[in-house]
């Protein structure tokens, strides 16, 4: 089954998919949309058989910002986390990303 996409737009998203990690790993990927690397990455995280929760850092700096703050990692894009209990179990940039990878954190 393909990834479902959810654009994450606001803090108070952003927090919930943070607390919902507390159930179940979650995926986020900080997407540039004028990046070849990101839009190829995007493409290919289509292949995970869950959501992947996504930021568009054009359209959101400042919710980019502050995931950079809770997970601890600093800003790059594009780069993607699995979070679970709050804290990211999975990080990877640019072609470091491995959708297979992802997947397994998901199930573990």
């Given amino acids: 089954m393909p990834a479902t996409f959810t654009r994450i737009t606001s803090a108070e998203e952003l927090d919930s998919l943070i607390e919902r990690s507390y159930k179940h790993p ?4 900080k ?13 290919q995280l289509g292949e995970i058989d869950g959501n992947v929760n996504v930021i ?4 959101n700096r400042d919710i980019s910002n502050l995931a950079a703050d809770r997970t601890g990692h600093r800003h790059q894009s594009p780069q ?8 990211p179990i999975y990080h990877a940039t640019h072609y470091g990303i491995d959708p297979q990878e992802i997947s397994k954190k998901l199930i573990n």
């Avoid at 979650?26 to 990927?29: A, Y």
């Avoid at 997407?31 to 990455?41: P, R």
């Fill in 56 to 59: 568009v850092i054009q359209e």
């Fill in 26 to 29: 979650v995926v986020l990927f």
């Fill in 31 to 43: 997407h540039s949309n004028s990046c070849g690397i990101s839009s190829d990455i995007l493409h």
């Fill in 80 to 87: 993607a986390f699995v979070l679970r209990d709050g804290k």
